[in-house]
């Protein structure tokens, strides 16, 4: 493996009961890029992801995080050497404040998470950092705001502060503009962006226009598989790419995907 690749995976499968979910994915996610995972609904993007952080355990193949094998270590331990991911329903608290979210987050990674029972006056040591967290994207002034009165755009920005928290190495973010209109799909590239400087991104994202914005290197995965990869020129310019954009069946595989999933 290239000392440059921080993410690296090797012949990656994932089989449930016969039908194969991803099917010898080879991927190598270069220092400081933002790289974009994209395919039609069915492809494998989402399994890809849940196999990178744990959430499912490859059937063969390796994946390797700073050239370190971590194809066997835990969701857990791996949140800890820097992967964080996010998700693509907001998974903030919704009955708590924004600046309630973020010390939460903080709280986890420091690993004081289980001082739910101290008073709150013993944690304002994590208030300064929260804020410079919601300065960062642009919720400073909602501080006190309760997050169920967010809107849509906002509650997916202060997700992405409490990501920032862990301090990730490695951001993993699953559709982080699905659902938006314009003005905060624009809001939130700017947020990626910004947030990206010293990291490296892999996201799964379906809004092509985020991705010729934001990406560095695009993999596409079709059936599973890696269709084809390099810039948005290249990818974009693929026969191969624009039929299976346009093709049909990819909502029975979808399906497919899902009821294996559940099953597992």
Sequence with gaps: ??????????????????????????????????????????????????????????TRGQILFNGEDITSTKSAQIARKGVVRSFQISAVFPHMTALENIRVALQ???????SFWKSGASLNRLNERSMELLES????????????????????ALELATTLAMEPK???????????GAE???RV????????????????????????KLC??????????????????SVSADPRVREVYMGTGA??????????????
Excluded: C
């Excluded at 194969?20 to 270069?30: E, K, P, S």
């Excluded at 986890?108 to 289980?114: I, K, P, R, V």
């Excluded at 699953?174 to 938006?180: A, I, N, R, V």
């Design 137 to 156: 994207v642009g919720l400073a002034e909602y501080a006190n705001t309760t997050t169920v009165e967010l809107a849509y755009g906002r509650k997916r």
């Design 216 to 233: 560095d290197r695009i993999t596409v995965l079709a059936q599973g598989a890696v269709l084809t990869e390099g810039d948005y020129e």
């Design 189 to 212: 590239v700017e947020l990626v962006r910004k947030a990206a400087k010293g990291r490296t991104v892999l996201m799964v994202e379906h809004n092509l226009s985020v991705v010729s």
């Design 170 to 180: 490695l951001m993993l973010l699953d559709e982080p503009t699905q659902g938006m």
């Design 1 to 58: 493996m290239s000392d440059q690749y921080v993410l690296e995976t090797r012949n990656l499968v994932k089989e449930f009961k016969g039908f194969v979910a991803v099917n010898d994915v080879d991927l190598q996610i270069q220092q400081g890029h933002i790289h974009a995972l994209i395919g039609p609904n069915g492809a494998g993007k989402t399994t890809v992801f849940n196999l990178l952080t744990k959430f499912l355990i490859p």
């Design 184 to 186: 905060d799909v624009d």
């Design 108 to 114: 986890g990674f420091e690993g004081t998470s289980y």
């Design 251 to 264: 909502s029975g595989e979808r399906g497919a995907v899902a009821e294996a999933e559940a099953s597992q």
